[in-house]
Each structure stands twice: as C-alpha cells, then as structure tokens.
C-alpha cells in the first residue's frame, strides 16, 4: 500500500518540486548573498538611523513643558533654570520651587500645572523623562564646554522652537568626536553662548581659528579616551 | 598552596635564593610555587575543567544570538529634581565636611565626602592632630559599614518590630520605678568611649541615681597606667620599642607614623640623617618590619629581657649583638633617646621604660594625663558577673558592646544575661548579645550621628552626620539623656549642650575645621616612678598570645567585607584568622601551612588552621582575635573566636595553654603569592651612608619605540619604600574610591582580587627573624606599554599626559593586556561582582565618577584619571595651568607617612620630579624598556653594624 500524493496518478511517480521551485533556489540563495553584503550597510544605517539614536522624538513629559513658550516666547535664558551649566558637570534641572516662583503668580491655576503643584504640596518630586541621554559609561561635563565656546544651541538644537523638548543631535560618539577632533566650525564667541539664533558672520575659518585661539583650545588631549570614560 | 615541610626544607637547603622572598615557598621555589608563578591566573584552568561540548557550545551560541535580538528599547530615564532646592548642594559636584570616626573610644579627624548627599569616601582631616591628613584601612572603609547590608534597622521588643517611642515609654517607666531606690537593680554595660558628652550625661545620671552601676567592657585593653606618653619622634634618635606597634596600633598612630617617616626621609640635598629604631617584639608587627635591628623575644620572657636591657644601660656593656649596639647608640644619643612600652606589656615594662626616658622627659616625648574613655568608678565584665548572681543587677543596658562575642570562658555571661529580668541591647547590628535581649534600639553609625569625641593627646572634636539615620538608629547619648529623663532632645542638642561655651560662631567653626581650638590634655610631670620587681614568668613550651586584628579590631568591624578582604599587612591573610607561627616552631610541633592546630586551656579547645609566618618569636603561636563575630541573620562568620581561650587575669599571653598538631586542615587564603615577580631586583635598599650626593644620571634604556613626546603635563608618581610602613590604608583607598568590589573568599582563594593596588610584603635574610620590606605596587604607566601593543580592540591606549588609559567600553576580556604586563598589576572581572540585589545600601556607596565595571572587563589602576581630568576641567575652565599638589591621588592622599608623592614629572620643580631625581631613585624592571612613571626610591637602611668604624 503506496501512498498516494496529492500529485500521483496512479502508481506513476510524483513530480514533488514544480518547474518554479528553482527560481525559489536562486532567489534565496542569490538573496542571502545580497543581505550579506549590504548587511554591513544595513547595520550602519540602521546604527544611526533616528529609530535608533532617538532623535526628534518628543517625550511625553509628566507637565507638557514647553521650551518654544518659555524661551521662544517669553524670552528666559537658559540659566535661569540650568543653573549649574557654567559651573558644574550637570546643567540641571529646576527644582519645582523654580517653577513655582512664576506660576504662583500666573497662570496658577491651569489645569496642566496641577502636577507641579501637587510636587510643590506635597514635597514629591516630578520625575521628568530624560531627553539628552548618555550611557553610563560616558561621564559628560557641561561647565567645560560652555566655558570654551560650545553653546547650547550646538548640541541641543533649536530649543526655542520645540515645543515638547526632542533630542537634536545623534550623540553617537562618532558625533561627539567629529568635533573634538576638530571643534573651530563649532565655536562662538563668549556673548553668544546662550543665543539662539547667532551665526557666524564673515570667514568662517578665520573665526574658528581665532576663537581656537581665544579659549585655548588643543585638541591633542580631547581625543584622550578618559576626556568622556573614567 | 600548602607547603610540606619536607619540601620546603629539602628545597631551602639545596637553592640559593634571592635575597627579597615573600614567602617560605617562593624562597624554596617548591613545584607548587613554581607552578603558580607559570600560569598567569593560576588555578583557573582547574576552575573552568568541565569542557563544553560542541553541541552544547552551539547550542549556547544560538541562544544568545536569538536573545540579543529580543532586547526592547529602553524606557526613558527619570530624572527628579528636588522640589526645593538644598542650599550650597550643586547636584552632580561633591561636599566635603570634617567630622570625627570612632575608633575604640578615639576620635580619628576626618573629612567626608558626599555625592547629593550620599557619603561615598573618606579622607584624613589634616587639623586633626590623631589624622594630620593620613587614614588607615579602617576609617577608609567607614562608608562600607555605613551601607553594609546586615545593618540592624528597627527597634524590636523580643524579635517584634517596635519603636523608639515605645521604647522611651519602657525606660521611662523603668526610670519612674529606679528613681524611687537611687538606681538600684539598674547596671549600663559601655565600651571605651572619649565622649565628653556622654560622660556629662553619665554623671548626671549617676547623681540622679548614685546606686545606678557602669561597667567597661574593653576586651582590647592594655596595661593600665597613670600617663600617656606623646612621642616627639623628630627628637629622638635613638627610638626603642619594648613590644610596641606605635605604627600599627593605637590612637595615636598615624601621628605617630607621620612622625617617625618623617624623621627618617633622606634627600640627596636635604635631610642626611635618620632616626635608629631598634625593636623588641613577641608579635611580629608593622614597627618591627621598620626596624633597624630588632630582637625576637618569645612573650614569656620579655619582662626578663626588658630587665636584662635596663641592666645593660646602666653598665654600658650589653651580652648580645642587638643589646650592645643599642647600648652604644644610647650613649651617644644623650637625650634624644625614645622607650615606648608596648600597650600590652607588663607594669614592669612600662615603669622601666618611663624610668629609662626619664632624662629624656620632654624633649623625645611628654606625659599626658590619660584620656578618660568611662566613668570613673565603672566596674569590670567580672563585676557585672557577680552583681547580676547576687541579685544586685536586675535592668541591664548594653551599649554598642558584644559581650556574647568577647566574654572570657570563664565568664558565663550567656547564663548572667538569662538572669537579667530586663535586658535592653543598642548596637550596629542585631547580634548574639541582642538575640539575648528584650529589647534592642539600633545605633547610628558615626557618619549619621551628632556627638564628640576626642583624639590621643586630648583634642575634642565634633562628629558630624553627613546623612540622616537611614534607619531607625540612635545615638549612644540619646540612649543615655532617656536614662536621664530627657526624651525629647537630639544628638545636635546634646553635644551643643556640652559645648556650651562656644558661640554659634565658634561652633561653626569646630565644625568647619573639625577640631575644638585648645582642647589638647596640659602636659604633666612625670608620676613618682614605681618600685615594680621583676615578675617571674613561667615559660610553657609553646606561648600562645592573642593580638587585635589589625582592621577587625576586636570584632567591632567584623561585619565590614572591605576590611575582612584586605590583605593583613605582615601576613596577607584575608578572610580569617590563624595560628601564626615562625617556621622552626611550626617543625617543633609539626604543622605546615594549614594544618590544624589545637590550643586547649582546661577544657576548652581552638582548633585553627596554622600559618607560618616568619618574624614571629621563636616557640610562640599567635592567634587574632576580632573572627567569628555573628552580627546578623543575613550574615556569616568568618574565621574562629579566639576570645573563649582568655581566662580571669589571662587576657594576651595564655598561661597554662597546651598546643598540638590536629586532625586535619582548614582553610587558608592569602594573597602573598599572588601577582608575583619572581626572581627579580625587585626592592631595593641602600646604606645611609651609602647615599649619594648627587642623583642618578638617567640612563634610559634603548628602544625601538620613537622617543616619547610629552605635549601636556607628564603624570608620574614616586614611592618612597623608607617612608612605606606597609599599613595598607592606600589599597583600601584605592578600593573606596574607584568602586573595585569585595569578591569574596572563594575567588580570593584562587587568585582574583581586585585591589588594583597591592602592598608587597618580601622578607630578607633568616626566615626566623627576616628583616621586612613593603612595597606598594600600583600600575606603573609605562610609557612604552607591553599591554597597549598586544590588545586586540585598543581598549588600553596611551594618553597624551602619559596615562596608559583602560576604556572599559571596549574592552572584550582577551586578557592578553595582562599576560603581557610584567608588573602583574591588571585585574580582571571573572565574575559581575557588583551585581547589587534590589534595594542594597551598597549601591549607595559607589563614586559617581568612576564606572562601574562590570563582568568580563579588564580593569586598573589609572592614577585617579577622575581627579586628573577634575583638574584638567577646572584649568580648562579658568585658563590656569594645573598647580603642582593639586590632583592627589587616592592613594597618595591617604597614606599616614606620605610616602607617595603625584605630579607633573615635565615641571622640574614639582614635588615628584625632584624626588625622582634623588640618588636612590630606581624603576621597576626598568631592564624591560618599559619606562614607567611610577619610580621607587630605594630603602634607606641604617642598621646599626653599618656604622662607619663599626662594621
């Protein structure tokens, strides 16, 4: 008792494979031949590719703060609430107190402050969601970049027009490295650290290299691995 | 490694070894030795024995293929800023404040340091006249004990979970009842404790209930005497120890180290003269390992010897080699000679130094009054014994003392504390004493208390908390002013109470400077010298004398895994304790390294496993004491109590104590194999007066390498091994500040520690009384690396000051860094040894500025690089180059002698430069081409036959 295919007539032997079951051959193993050698490209794009830096996304946060009202619009500088950026390795983040030295006056009863208000009341802190995040391994300091002419805006965008905060910038270490290699394009004088909108006027390299100059800069010891990895 | 006698013998007699050893094994070169020495991680090929088959091996390689492609995007990382500011906290920069550690009842000046307020790591407080900027192993690891997870958390009544209040109700009931007879029935059990505050609210205790009874409970006590001796070592030159480790033991003896290294740093165009230390010792110790000539006495007859001595001086001719000398010397040296009377020795002892230094009464050393560390009347554990029998003790408290854990055998004070009808324990941990107790209150550790304490030579300071109680801890004093019916004030109203006289000005400023300007003891003439006969000692054949674990103390530490992982300084045993004894004693009795021992006194016996330990006295057995402490349902003891062989008036040397080899072995772990360099000019010494004039011509080897470019400062280091008393507070600095895990002592045992810093200790010459050399060995930063060139992934590369830097990011675990590193000096992550459970304290201690490492990762010492680029940040920032003093790094900061100096070696005139241009300078293996940063300066010697016209 032979069993029967679905194919057989008869006794009479199955074609068990179809005429087009070779082109299926060819097409995976020509397939896999391709995803071979794109992989490589495959893997850089995808490594830096905004799904996987993070860029542009906006967070949700536990107060729909937004930077385009309060530095677009109003006009606060940065160090009103990052206090510690030209000091320490932190910027910081306000404390709700901060907050609070404004919005008891106005706006003291909108509905989407209530969170803060309830940390203010009971002494519990708001628990933001991280934008700008380095790994653990990375020990970044904001006072020596602010310092020697990095301003905001260099790595954190456009803040004024965000109106939830998204990380501008790859920070992958190839971008943290492309200018410490060569920092100069991305320089500003002192007077425009904080400034949203400064650009360069006139040569841009003489300007690099006169504010190289300025902050004395050398580059020798910023490629140092422990400059980021202690 | 076990090494049999026969071995060994038969081995030491046929080599020639190298002068510097570390130990019996390495001098014989035993198979076993020789073995450990060829494998780079010995042992671990036995650990690793169950090969995986190729299916499993596949198999494996699947699994983790598919499980790395199921990791998810991360949540996003919360951030919470506080919701009111703290002023002068800046989150992200570190505070630093002076407070005060407690050391058996001593204050050690400290100065704190806190991340958002999380003490992470401590440092001497240089006002402080007990630190003068130096620590020790045992103040380093403060924060670990801080964060040690078996901490006792809440107050409990019986084993229920109660509370503070509830508490001060019972005392206060209690207090209603005592106050009606005077204190009667109420007995308050205290260890050693300077506080002036407590010993306000103790008198006033004792007024308001003049029946109420103190007894002191200092296992660790010394000979009692009328006078504290403060040593001007920059006086003396002639110093003399009568079995005292005034480097290693004592209150004041970072004072005392920073004095006598001091006294004997030799600088080509500096000092040219040093001090001459000859020891008399029992117990091999860290002040005879410095000595220049010292003598090995068996315990039992010290007080003879002292007493042959004190003849000797007298008639100017001595009967041996070291007498003679010494006799010599203290002819020459008039006044400037020093006797220190070890802290244990008999009253003969110590009245026959005071009677020899009374000619050099305040100019070598002063007298003080002794700082009073109980209540004047306290009774002893004896006392308390018999007051509990006939009935007079009904109310117990206990107060940060184990009385379980160091009662002498003949003191059943298990069955006394039953008796008590109530028993209330306060203490760091829930220990035998408080499973005894109905109820027990935990206490604050010193970084969460307010109080005071003060120092050696009388100096008050403040102890300041750097953190709130994280649990529900009290102060001793607290405990007390309940006693006293104050229920409401704090710790801080407490001690203000007592400091009184000072203004919130001046008391900002104690707090500031972490000492009480002008509280130091008034110095006092020397007391009528006591007629005291020379006792006759009975010698057994074998003394046994028990000594304080260095870092343990008497058990007070026993719960800190950083001190129990520490090498010992002369033994570099780790995680335990054993018979130590000098290699001709180990023949007599026949035990080799391991073998049981058992000391019996009556019927009591100790079984431990033997060490042998050259330096020891000959026919002596010396047991620690501070193991076997339980402190905890979540912890384990280590080693074995020793406290059960003392008797009534037989405290250190045991009368009467029978020694034998036992059954069997037990298990010992030490580290003084590990990471060796054998067989080579390793240390170095050098006569005083073979030092010369000029320094060396720096001759550096040739090498293929393109020469070394130095376009920023040039990190190096210089170790100075005459100044090295091999105390080991900088391996435990090292440990504290770049977060280097306790690994426990299965991996200790086969050879992984992760200090990256160790303390060599070599012996030279006869292993029954070797002289002893220490040398710290941290990375040396070589400039032409043999660990760079052979990484696979640049994961250790050159910097441009010169550091040779680890990226723990791209580090794979090849290992071939540190097959390559002929220093040995690279440590590797065998396991995740930081892999903290949910919710542990621990994670609290860690330096935010250092990675942690994690499984697989090569790690070392990197010369503090977050201090160097703190600096480098801070000279960016204001345009000013780095002053020379300005990074220090762990290490060099907690070293009591200063023996490490750190700096700039391009600047000429930095500290380091200079010192690596004096005569004795030399690089380690400096043969190899390696060009380390890290340079040594040779021992200076100046034994007494090197005198010239002497020989």
Excluded at chain 2, 15 to 27: C, G, K, N
Aim: proline residues 7%.
């Amino acid at each position: 008792m032979g069993r029967i295919g679905p194919y057989s007539k008869g006794n009479a032997v199955a074609q068990v494979f179809s005429s087009r079951a070779n082109q299926i051959v060819y097409f995976v193993l020509y397939g896999a031949l391709v995803l071979i050698i794109l992989s490589p490209t495959i893997w850089i794009v995808l490594d830096r590719s905004f799904y996987h830096t993070g860029q542009f996304y906006a967070l949700e946060q536990p107060a729909p703060f937004s930077h385009a009202h309060h530095v677009g619009e109003v006009g606060l500088d940065c160090r009103y609430c990052h206090q510690g950026v030209e000091t320490t390795a932190s910027a910081g983040l306000p404390a709700t107190e901060v907050c609070m030295t404004c919005h008891s006056q106005i706006f003291s009863d909108a509905p989407i402050l209530a969170p803060v208000r309830k940390s203010l009341a009971s002494g519990v802190p708001l628990v933001w969601n991280r934008v700008n995040s380095l790994p653990d391994f990375v020990f970044f300091n904001h006072a020596v970049h602010v310092n020697n002419g990095v301003g905001c805006v260099s790595c954190h965008g456009r803040v004024d027009e965000m109106p939830l905060t998204w990380q501008e910038m790859p920070l992958t270490m190839e971008w943290c490295l492309g200018c410490h290699r060569d920092p100069g394009p991305n320089l500003r004088p002192e007077s425009a650290e904080f400034s949203m909108d400064w650009q360069p006027v006139g040569d841009r390299k003489k300007l690099a290299s006169e504010l190289m100059a300025h902050f004395h800069i050398d580059t020798r010891t910023m490629t140092d691995c422990y400059a980021c990895h202690r | 490694m076990p090494v049999t006698d026969k071995d060994m013998r038969e081995e030491l007699a046929a080599a020639e070894p190298a002068r510097f050893w570390r130990s019996l094994e390495e001098r014989a070169r035993t198979p076993a030795f020789r073995r450990m020495l060829d494998a780079e991680f010995p042992e671990i090929a036995e650990r690793y024995a169950t090969a995986t088959d190729r299916r499993t091996a596949l198999k494996l390689l699947g699994a983790s293929l598919l499980m790395a492609g199921m990791g998810t995007a991360k949540a996003a990382e919360g951030i919470a800023p506080y919701v009111e500011q703290p002023e002068n906290l800046v989150p992200g920069e570190p505070q630093f404040y002076a407070s005060t550690l407690n050391e058996r009842g001593y204050g050690m000046g400290v100065i704190v340091e806190a991340h958002e307020g999380r003490p992470t790591k401590i440092e001497g407080n240089p006002n402080h006249p007990a630190s003068l900027g130096g620590t020790d192993p045992i103040m380093q690891a403060a924060a670990f004990s801080l964060y040690e997870p078996t901490r006792s958390r809440t107050v409990l009544k019986g084993n229920e979970v109660a509370t503070w209040g509830a508490f001060q109700a019972e005392v206060a009931e209690l207090r209603e009842r005592a106050l009606l007879q005077g204190g009667a029935g109420i007995g308050v059990v205290i260890g050693p404790n300077t506080s002036l505050t407590l010993q306000r609210l103790f008198s006033q205790l004792q007024q308001a209930m003049p029946a109420l009874r103190f007894y002191l409970s200092d296992p660790l006590a010394g000979t009692p005497r009328p006078y504290a001796v403060l040593p001007h070592f920059d006086e003396a030159k002639i110093v003399v120890s009568l079995g005292a480790d005034f480097l290693g033991e004592g209150p004041g003896r970072l004072a005392a180290a920073r004095g006598f290294a001091d006294s004997r740093r030799v600088r080509a165009g500096g000092q040219r003269t040093m001090s001459r230390l000859y020891c008399l010792e029992s117990i091999a110790s860290l002040t005879g390992a410095k000595a220049d000539s010292h003598l090995l006495v068996r315990p039992s007859a010290m007080d003879e010897t002292v007493a042959r001595l004190a003849t000797a001086m007298q008639s100017g001719t001595g009967d041996d080699a070291f007498t003679t000398a010494l006799v010599r010397d203290a002819r020459a040296a008039g006044n400037g000679l020093l006797f220190i009377a070890g802290e244990r020795e008999s009253a003969f002892v110590h009245a026959t130094a005071q009677r020899l230094n009374q000619p050099s009464a305040g100019i070598t050393h002063t007298l003080i009054a002794p700082v009073a560390t109980a209540p004047a009347d306290s009774g002893s554990l004896y006392d308390l014994v018999t007051d509990i029998g006939v009935g007079a003790i009904t109310s117990l408290f206990v107060l940060d003392c184990d009385l379980m854990h160091s009662a002498p055998a003949d003191l059943d004070v298990g069955a006394a504390l039953e008796h008590v009808s109530s028993l209330y324990h306060h203490g760091l941990h829930v220990d035998e004493t408080a499973r005894k107790a109905d109820w027990h209150v935990p206490a604050t550790h010193d970084l969460e208390s307010w109080g005071d304490l003060r120092a050696f030579d009388g100096t008050a300071s403040i102890v300041q908390p750097l953190i709130a109680p994280l649990y529900q801890g009290r102060t001793i004093a607290e405990l007390a002013a309940a006693l006293t019916g104050d229920f409401v004030s704090s710790s801080l109203d407490l001690t203000r109470a007592t400091w009184a006289q000072l203004d919130d000005a001046g008391w900002r400023e104690a707090l500031k400077r972490g000492v009480i300007a002008d509280t130091a003891a008034p110095a006092i003439t020397a007391p009528p010298l006591a007629e005291i006969a020379n006792p006759v000692q009975e010698a057994a054949q074998i003394d046994v004398v028990l000594t304080p674990d260095p870092f343990l103390d008497g058990g007070t530490h026993a719960a800190n895994l950083f001190l129990t992982e520490l090498p010992r300084p002369l033994t570099k045993l780790v995680w335990g304790n054993a018979a130590e004894l000098a290699p001709a004693t180990a023949q007599t009795l026949g035990v080799a390294t391991g073998d049981l021992i058992e000391i019996g006194i009556d019927k009591q016996v100790l079984a431990l496993p033997a060490f042998i330990s050259p330096g020891q006295a000959p026919d002596t057995v010396v047991v620690p004491l501070g193991f076997g402490r339980w402190t905890g349902e979540d912890s384990d003891t280590v080693g074995t109590n020793a406290f059960p062989l003392r008797r009534r008036g037989n405290a250190w040397l045991l009368a009467g104590a029978r020694v034998k080899k036992g059954q069997g072995s037990g298990r010992i772990i030490t580290t003084q194999e590990h990471h060796a360099m054998e067989g080579r000019d390793i240390v170095r010494d050098v006569p005083l007066a073979a030092i010369a004039d000029e320094g060396p011509s720096a001759q550096e080897p040739p090498s293929l390498y393109p020469p070394y470019e130095m376009p920023e400062e040039a990190w190096g280091m210089s170790i100075d091994l005459t100044a090295c008393i091999g105390c080991n507070a900088c391996v435990a600095a090292c440990q504290a500040e770049n977060n280097s895990p306790v690994v426990g002592p299965d991996e200790m045992a086969v050879g992984h520690d992760m200090h990256w810093l160790r303390v060599d200790r070599y012996y030279a010459g006869d292993p029954e009384a070797p002289e002893t050399v220490f040398q710290p060995v941290p990375c040396m930063q070589c400039e032409d690396a043999p660990c760079e060139v052979v990484c696979p992934v640049n994961a250790t590369v050159h910097t441009h000051d010169g550091l040779n830097a680890q990226v723990y990011n791209r580090c794979v675990g090849t290992r071939y860094c540190s097959q390559n590193c002929p220093y040995k000096v690279r440590r590797f992550n065998f396991f995740q040894y930081q892999d903290f459970d949910e919710g542990s304290p621990l994670s609290l201690l860690m330096n935010p500025n250092v990675s942690v490492r994690e499984r697989g990762v090569m790690e070392k010492c990197t010369y503090c690089v977050q201090r160097i680029s703190a600096a480098r940040i801070q000279s960016e920032i204001s345009d000013q180059p780095i002053a020379d003093g300005a990074v220090q790094t762990a290490c060099q900061q907690a070293c009591p002698t200063r023996a490490i100096t750190f700096g700039n070696i391009k600047d000429k005139q930095s500290a380091v430069a200079r010192e690596k241009t004096e005569p004795h300078s030399y690089a380690l293996l400096e043969e190899l081409g390696t060009r380390p940063r890290t340079t040594y300066l040779a021992r200076v010697t100046n034994r007494p036959d090197e005198d010239k016209g002497n020989g």
